[in-house]
């Protein structure tokens, strides 16, 4: 009962925090390209059409910073009114009321990993031709740079530079292919023509069997050139699993997406334990500016160390790990 009652306490301020987080990320979006909407005649279905398909990416930042913000705020309530005393006195332990909190946290973690594994990467692709569109008044165009195509049941195309000619093909650059049977393959060159990519001293390699060198090899493809570039986020989680398995850069946005949505669990357990541990109410708000404070420096560190390798693609949870250190050894004390 006691923990059902935490949970609505929980619940009416995490609605109300994550409109609020909706509402700053959406006017920081909105004036960020105001300038842009002004110079180039936006219209306003245009505008609405931007902030349509960037709330997938706003709810991924809205859901686990509201959470934090409805937990610290419910604890504090509890502290103002004495009711948290009132638990403690009557000897319930406080690890007692985590489970509820971590409970929530892992049903908002898994809507996050669906939003950010499936949903968003749609929406992005949309938001990513839109804005195009808005800045420059046509599709992209011209050399393209890490492209990644998945074509209906024939794997995941990449390639570093593709350079477009006027017959709906190209000159091809640091190639991967991986096929639907597994089956990977690496050139330095190609080039694409007649629904073909078509790759010159190409290596073929499959597991359990050793390399093979080919000569060219033709690879089918569509005949016509796709003008659109995909990019990491506007990809599918399965398509973006497959990428990864020939393009290095991939694998640290994978590795972030799943570490993004645990996060989630590691912000709550520790803001828990940190509202828990509160005396007073009014140190509730401070909790929640430095909670996600540090959980956004270690976030950016952690992109920053993999754009200059100097941590692989696990370390995409760095913040993860320490939050969740931080929340046990909290939780520890609190026993």
């Not at 700053?24 to 398909?53: A, K, N, P």
């Amino acid at each position: 009962m006691l923990q059902h009652y935490l949970l609505r306490e929980i619940l009416t301020p995490y609605l109300l925090g994550t409109l609020l987080f909706i509402g700053l990320v959406t006017t920081d979006l909105l004036s960020s390209l105001s300038g842009v909407f002004l110079s180039r005649g936006t219209s306003w279905l245009q505008i609405g059409e931007l902030v349509l398909y960037r709330m997938p990416y706003t709810l991924g930042v809205a859901l686990p910073l509201g959470l934090v913000f409805a937990i610290l705020v419910a604890l504090a309530r509890w502290i103002r009114d004495s009711e948290l005393k009132a638990v403690l006195a009557a000897g319930i332990s406080p690890i007692h009321l985590l489970k509820p909190i971590l409970a929530l946290a892992v049903a908002v973690a898994a809507l996050a990993w669906v939003n950010a594994g499936w949903i968003k990467p749609e929406a992005q692709a949309r938001y990513d031709d839109l804005i195009y569109e808005i800045y420059y008044g046509h599709a992209p165009s011209g050399v393209l740079t890490n492209a990644a195509y998945a074509p209906r049941g024939l794997g995941v195309y990449y390639a570093r530079r593709i350079y477009p000619d006027d017959e709906g093909g190209g000159r091809l650059e640091g190639v991967r292919v991986v096929t639907p049977d597994g089956v990977v393959w690496s050139a330095n060159e190609g080039y694409w023509k007649d629904a073909s990519w078509v790759l010159k001293d190409a290596w073929r390699t499959a597991a359990g069997a050793r390399p093979e060198y080919w000569d060219t090899v033709p690879l089918p493809f569509p005949s016509r050139f796709v003008e659109k570039k995909t990019s990491y986020e506007s990809l599918p989680m399965p398509e973006l699993v497959e990428l990864a398995r020939v393009d290095p850069a991939a694998r640290f946005p994978l590795e972030r997406r799943h570490a993004d949505a645990v996060g989630v669990i590691a912000l709550a357990w520790l803001a828990g334990v940190i509202g828990l541990s509160l005396r007073e109410s009014a140190w509730a708000f401070a909790a929640v500016v430095l909670l996600i404070f540090a959980y956004y420096v270690l976030w950016t560190l952690a992109a920053q160390l993999s754009r200059y390798a100097v941590i692989g693609p696990y370390g995409a949870w760095l913040a993860d790990i320490v939050f969740f250190a931080a929340a046990l050894a909290g939780t520890r004390r609190l026993r």
